[in-house]
C-alpha cells in the first residue's frame, strides 16, 4: 500500500515526456496510444506498507496508529526479511534514550537455522528444568517447549538484546550501583519498544521473548559473546502469517494514573 500526495502532471511538464516514456517502457501497449496528449497522475509517496489495514483511512497520527496497532503475531511466512528492513529496526533501537546517554546494549543478530536451533535447545533444556521444578505435568512441559522452538526456528531473524554494563558509571555503595544497573534495564526495555514500533512500521510482525534472561551464560555461549554481555531478551522478527489478533484489551487510564495537583 502507498499512501502519497497525488498531483496532476499536464503535457507541457517537463516531468510528463519522462513519465511516458516509463510507462511505454513497461506496458507496451501505451506505445499505439496517446498518453502524451492527457496529463499523468503523479503520486509521491509518503508512506508505503507490505501488508496492512488496505482501506484504513489517512492516518493523522501515525506514531500513535503504529503504538496502538501493533500486536504479537508470533506466527511468520517463509519470507526472508531484507538486511536493510533488520538495519532500520537497529536502528531504531539505537536511538531509545539511556542513562548518560551511553547506550548499555548491545544486539546479535542471528539469521542461520542452524544457530537458531542451537540457541533453541540451549534456552529449552533451562525452561525444561524450570518448568519441571514448578511441577508441571510432562505434556504441558513438552507442549510449550514445542511451541516456544518452533517460533524460534520459524522467525526468519532472531534479535537478542544484551545488557552492557561497562561504560556505566561506578559508585562506592551498592544501592546507587544497582540504580546504575536499573536504569540500564529500562533503557533496553525503550530500546526493545523502539525496535518493535520500527518492525511494525515496516510491515513485519514481531515478539519479545524474555527466556535469554533465564540462561544468559548458555545464551552468550552458544552464540560465542563477549561473556561481560547479559543477555535480556529475544525479539523475533519475520511477515506475519495471519492478521493481528483483535487489539488485546488493555486497563483503563483510570486504572492506571492518579492526578495531584
Ligand atoms: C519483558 C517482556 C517479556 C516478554 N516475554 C515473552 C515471552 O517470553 N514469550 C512470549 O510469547 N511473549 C512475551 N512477551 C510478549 C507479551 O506477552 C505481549 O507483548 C503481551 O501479551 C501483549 O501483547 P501484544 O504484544 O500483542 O500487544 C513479553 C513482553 C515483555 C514486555
Known amino acids: 500500500m502507498v499512501r502519497g500526495r497525488a498531483e496532476l502532471v499536464q503535457p507541457e511538464r517537463e516531468e510528463h515526456a519522462a513519465a511516458v516514456r516509463l510507462l511505454r517502457g513497461k506496458y507496451h501497449q501505451y506505445e499505439e496510444m496517446k498518453i502524451d496528449e492527457n496529463p499523468v497522475i503523479s503520486i509521491r509517496p509518503g508512506r508505503v506498507a507490505s501488508w496492512g489495514a488496505l482501506d484504513a483511512p489517512e492516518r493523522a497520527e501515525p506514531l500513535m496508529d503504529d503504538l496502538l496497532g501493533r500486536r504479537s503475531v508470533r506466527r511468520y511466512l517463509d519470507k526472508e526479511v531484507p ?141 560465542g559473546l563477549n561473556p561481560k554481555l547479559v543477555p535480556h531478551a529475544l525479539l523475533i522478527l519475520g511477515y506475519a502469517e495471519a492478521d493481528p489478533p483483535k487489539r488485546r484489551s488493555r486497563r483503563p487510564l483510570d486504572e492506571l494514573v492518579v492526578y495531584r495537583d
Request: proline residues 6%.
Open 83 to 223: 538486511e536493510e528492513a533488520i538495519e532500520r529496526v537497529l536502528e531504531a533501537a539505537r536511538w531509545a534514550p539511556s542513562p548518560h546517554g551511553r547506550q548499555p546494549w548491545r544486539f546479535a543478530v542471528v539469521t542461520r537455522r542452524e544457530t537458531k536451533t542451537r540457541l533453541a535447545e540451549a534456552m529449552g533444556e533451562e525452561w525444561r528444568t524450570n518448568l519441571e521444578m514448578d511441577g508441571q505435568s510432562p505434556e504441558v512441559v513438552e507442549k510449550r517447549l514445542e511451541g516456544s522452538r518452533g517460533r524460534l526456528l520459524d522467525a526468519p531473524v532472531l534479535v537478542l538484546l544484551c545488557l552492557y554494563l561497562e561504560d556505566l558509571d561506578a559508585y562506592p555503595d551498592a544501592f546507587r550501583q544497582q540504580n546504575e544497573t536499573t536504569m540500564a534495564v529500562q533503557s533496553l526495555g525503550a530500546a526493545a519498544q523502539n525496535a518493535l514500533l520500527a518492525a511494525y512500521s515496516l510491515g513485519l510482525d514481531t515478539s519479545w521473548m524474555c527466556a535469554p534472561l533465564f540462561c544468559p551464560e548458555k545464551v552468550t555461549a552458544v552464540l
